[in-house]
């Protein structure tokens, strides 16, 4: 018994231990560290799976693909129909020949790896899927193509020139076994797709299988024209949890363990922004990259210093710069790959230099910084939950970069490179295009990253260069190098480039695959032929329409090239590139879909429907009824309208942009509950989207919800960075309607901020001013003010008498509101002016002679004026005991009186108005 029970025991240590190792090998391979390995006593290069691992994480995923492969002889003499046959067949032979999970995972990553060398970053592999899989030669690559349709999702076909796509749809195929999950190739398309991954109850193996398989199928969606199906469901549900990290960590020895949790948790908020980017959702990417940053402890702000640029500059100017520093600690987490960087064109110009030359920060005044002092809102300090936390003011910097050479600045660590460049991505995509203050931000961002001492990493400084080219082809004076760049980048990955027009470098200085790879599945995804047709969008915005459509036909990227043609107005030959297009791939929904758009025909829209359910074609659709053309003879019909966009949002959810149109139709048709739930799901895909809040309130006063509209506002204004007037307007009137009178008042100031540029004095809303003043003056004014004033009477205050007096001209009502508050302040003196002020705005008024409605406004105003006089003049002044308010107040009444008399005598002499002068002349 007792060795029965040993061996039990034993044989219970070595799963554990076995176990622990299979978690620290995939933890490995996961982070890309190969020297998380080496440093495990436990791990044997004799090992299978070490060896396996070591091979992926060198660059040989192709020899291991080969060496798995080869002997199995997957395809060969094998013929399949269609799509759905070929998925059933490597879903059964994957199984038989593959059943341990740990090398069933190990094949799916090194299948992934070898299709993303492949097509992503070069060099190609040697061997070809064809080759491997011993595919027979009459086949004529059916294989590949029934992959590519495999991987296309609801219309949209998946990239038709991308290599060995077959590798990519084995991977997803594996992954998919080893984690239980319903097949997205095989009825995969019902249901909500969401994944689970409580922490305690997940294998750490099976979670890793779930990380690579939201890897891959990020590759899978960068394969497609725009993110679809249920594929972003699937990513966005696996990264959007950390338990993904701690069911892996849970297993991992506990010497290392808090060391590769870190660096996990790192990697999982870096792909979580990624999965952002990817499924257009990029407003959910700040939680994410507050975290990170706070993991690696990467210190940065945007701030200003002065710069020179041109050779001839004799002053510098204020210019943006990034100051960023990594912490200590992270640097030694590095695992460098010693690398041959990419080449970075100079821009050899008789007038820019190749980089700013900076200032010391510390040598420029404080206040010429950024920004002038009279403009300086007075909100001290740095935000650091902000894309980029600016420091206006030289004391926001924090002292370690203060300290920095903004020339000589410190490399980063690889980790903290590419979170500033995720941010970039985030800036992008959430800012109008070609806005020179969010260029010159990029700018910034592009110069820390490539401008710093020390190793630089493949991936990182050829991503960095591409984005600066970018930026510069949209400025003349640097577009030249920003084209032989980008040329320069698409022909370095070595892929399927047949012509060179840059001379290639020393052939003995080529970049291993596995440096290339480093950090891939970090940043987003752009596949060789993206870059290819960024650079052929490039040509297209210089006029060279000819290059760029010629770049799209060799990337058999029709649908762009056709797109290409209806941007210049060439809407005939659009037409039929399309109709080739659709002649020769009949099942091409997206190309039915924008051929309906140039036609404007829903026919072709409703056949892109059926044929691929793409969803694009019921946006089209919905559009249509919505507005459609006066040729039609259709007039708006918003039940057909919402059906199709019912349609498209029940097969992609996460489209923003469609969940607005909805809402917004329903709100214009009444369907306010339907208004309710759009909007709901705008502000769960953005909540800074300050008018799906401000629409979302609409929906609920129409309900009679007023607290919850309320709740919705505040979050709209908390948001609203273009302070638009109509949302503090609806937070005003909703805030009155609750009594919330504090709201009210901060609604009615803003308004007044707002619009007094642009409206004057009608910004004031009069009757929401006479009931605050109302308010206020109905309490006693405290005999020790300001000690014992309220907040709401100190801001009320403050508005009425400070704010709303530098706005006020003409309008009188305004003006007896002021005095109302000044009396109530015990203030005669100031009030008396009021009056003056009143009766002067009214005085002036060149209509006073013509107009008699103005004529009697101003006796008004005089009579106000003689009563002000005779009820105050008499009290006591502002110096105190002894001083009157107006001590000649009868002189000034009758005087007032005599030149209103004498302007309207012409004019007035039968008047009422005449009477009612005549008669305080008379009382005085």
Same mark, same amino acid.
């Given at each position: ?9 034993f044989?219970?240590?070595?799963? $554990? ?106 060099p ?47 991977s ?6 080893i ?22 109850e ?64 790192? $990697? ?83 007038v ?153 470098g ?9 440096v ?26 210089v ?36 109709a080739?297009?659709?002649?020769d ?72 942009d ?7 139709i ?66 005003m ?30 910004? $004031?809303?009069l ?32 508005? $009425? ?8 001209t ?22 008396l ?19 008699e ?16 006089y ?15 308010v ?39």
């Amino acid at each position: 018994m007792e060795l029965l029970e040993l061996f039990v025991r034993f044989r219970a240590l070595t799963t $554990i231990c076995q176990s622990k190792m299979e978690a620290v090998l995939h933890t490995a391979l996961l982070l890309d560290k190969g020297d998380i390995i080496k440093s495990t006593p436990a791990a044997h290069s004799d090992d299978k799976t070490v060896r396996f691992v070591n091979s992926i994480l060198k660059g040989c995923q192709a020899d291991l693909v080969s060496e798995l492969l080869d002997p199995i002889r997957l395809l060969d003499g094998k013929s399949f129909c269609n799509g759905q046959e070929l998925f059933e067949f490597l879903n059964a032979e994957l199984v038989k020949h593959f059943p341990s999970k740990s090398d069933a995972l190990l094949l799916a990553v090194a299948l992934l790896q070898l299709f993303v060398q492949n097509n992503y970053t070069g060099p190609a592999a040697s061997s070809s899927a064809h080759t491997v899989l011993h595919e027979s030669n009459d086949s004529d690559g059916k294989a590949h193509a029934l992959s590519v349709c495999l991987l296309s999702v609801f219309g949209q076909p998946a990239y038709e020139l991308c290599d060995d796509a077959i590798y990519l749809v084995m991977s997803i195929i594996l992954l998919e076994q080893i984690t239980e999950q319903q097949s997205l190739f095989s009825g995969g398309n019902e249901g909500s797709g969401v994944v689970e991954i409580p922490a305690s109850e997940t294998p750490a193996l099976v979670a890793c299988a779930h990380w690579w398989r939201a890897r891959a199928l990020l590759v899978q969606l960068s394969l497609l024209p725009e993110p679809s199906g249920l594929q972003p469901i699937v990513v966005s549900s696996i990264l959007g949890s950390v338990d993904l990290v701690y069911a892996i960590s849970k297993e991992l020895p506990s010497h290392l363990k808090s060391s590769l949790e870190k660096q996990l948790g790192v $990697i999982y908020y870096l792909e979580n922004v990624k999965c952002s980017l990817a499924t257009n959702t990029e407003h959910l990417c700040l939680p994410s990259l507050t975290k990170v940053q706070k993991l690696t402890g990467l210190q940065f702000v945007l701030t200003g210093a002065r710069a020179k640029r041109t050779k001839y500059q004799q002053e510098a100017r204020s210019g943006l710069i990034i100051l960023a520093k990594s912490s200590p600690s992270s640097t030694n987490i590095e695992d460098e790959k010693d690398s041959l960087s990419p080449e970075s064109f100079e821009l050899n110009s008789d007038v820019l230099l190749e980089r700013p030359i900076f200032q010391s920060i510390g040598d420029e005044p404080i206040d010429d910084q950024i920004v002038k002092r009279r403009k300086f809102d007075g909100e001290a300090g740095l935000d650091e939950e902000k894309l980029l936390p600016v420091a206006l003011r030289q004391e926001d910097i924090p002292l370690d970069l203060r300290e920095l050479d903004p020339n000589e600045q410190p490399a980063l660590t690889n980790y903290d490179n590419a979170q500033l460049l995720l941010r970039l991505y985030v800036i992008r995509q959430t800012s109008p295009a070609q806005n020179p203050l969010v260029e010159e931000e990029l700018s910034a961002i592009l110069g820390r990253v490539l401008y710093q001492s020390g190793k630089k990493n493949w991936t990182l400084f050829s991503r960095a260069l591409w984005e600066r080219s970018v930026v510069e082809t949209t400025k003349a004076k640097t577009i030249e190098r920003g084209l032989l760049q980008m040329q320069s980048l698409v022909e370095e990955m070595e892929i399927k480039i047949k012509t060179r027009m840059l001379p290639q470098g020393d052939v003995n200085e080529k970049v291993e695959s596995n440096v290339r790879m480093s950090l891939i599945h970090q940043l987003p995804f752009m596949p060789r032929w993206s870059l290819d047709a960024k650079l052929a969008e490039k040509y297209m915005s210089v006029g060279i329409l000819r290059s760029a459509v010629d770049i799209y036909e060799r990337l058999g990227m029709l649908c762009e090239a056709a797109l290409c043609h209806a941007a210049v107005g060439d809407e005939k030959t659009a037409e039929s590139i399309l109709a080739k297009r659709i002649e020769d791939n009949e099942h091409d929904a997206r190309a039915l879909s924008i051929l309906g758009d140039i036609r404007q025909d829903p026919n072709l829209w409703l056949k892109s429907w059926e044929i691929g359910k793409y969803v694009n074609a019921k946006n089209s659709l919905a559009r249509y009824y919505y507005n459609p053309p006066s040729s039609s003879g259709l007039t708006k019909d918003y039940n057909a309208c919402l059906k199709h966009l019912n349609e498209s949002l029940s097969l992609y959810p996460l489209a923003f942009d469609t969940w607005y149109f909805y809402g917004c139709i329903g709100l214009e048709c009444g369907k306010t509950d339907l208004a309710a739930e759009a909007f709901t799901r705008c502000v769960s895909l953005d909540d800074t989207h300050s008018l799906s809040w401000s629409n979302l309130s609409a929906a609920y006063i129409e309900q009679g919800k007023l607290k919850e509209a309320h709740s919705c506002l505040s979050k709209a204004i908390g948001s609203d960075s273009q302070n638009n007037w109509r949302i503090w307007d609806n937070f005003m009137l909703v805030s009155m309607k609750l009594n919330m009178w504090g709201d009210v008042l901060l609604a009615c100031r803003k308004l007044v901020e707002i619009r007094k540029n642009k409206v004057g004095e009608f910004s $004031i809303d009069l009757p929401v001013v006479e009931k605050l003043v109302e308010l206020l003056v109905t309490s006693d004014f405290p005999s020790n003010a300001p000690e014992r004033l309220s907040h709401f009477q100190s801001s009320c205050m403050e508005f $009425i008498c400070d704010i709303l007096p530098t706005v006020v001209t003409t309008n009188s009502r305004c003006w007896n509101q002021v005095a109302r508050v000044e009396l109530w302040r015990k203030r005669p003196w100031a009030a008396l002016e009021c009056y003056e002020k009143e009766y002067r705005a009214m005085s002036h008024n060149p209509d006073l002679e013509f107009d008699e409605k103005v004529w009697n406004q101003t006796v008004d105003a005089c009579d106000d004026l003689v009563a002000a006089y005779e009820s105050l003049g008499v009290m006591e002044g502002k110096h105190g005991e002894g001083s009157l308010v107006c001590k000649d107040w009868k002189y000034k009444a009758r005087s007032t009186i005599k030149s209103l008399m004498s302007r309207g005598k012409n004019n007035w002499e039968d008047s009422d108005g005449w009477e009612r002068l005549l008669e305080m002349r008379r009382n005085l």
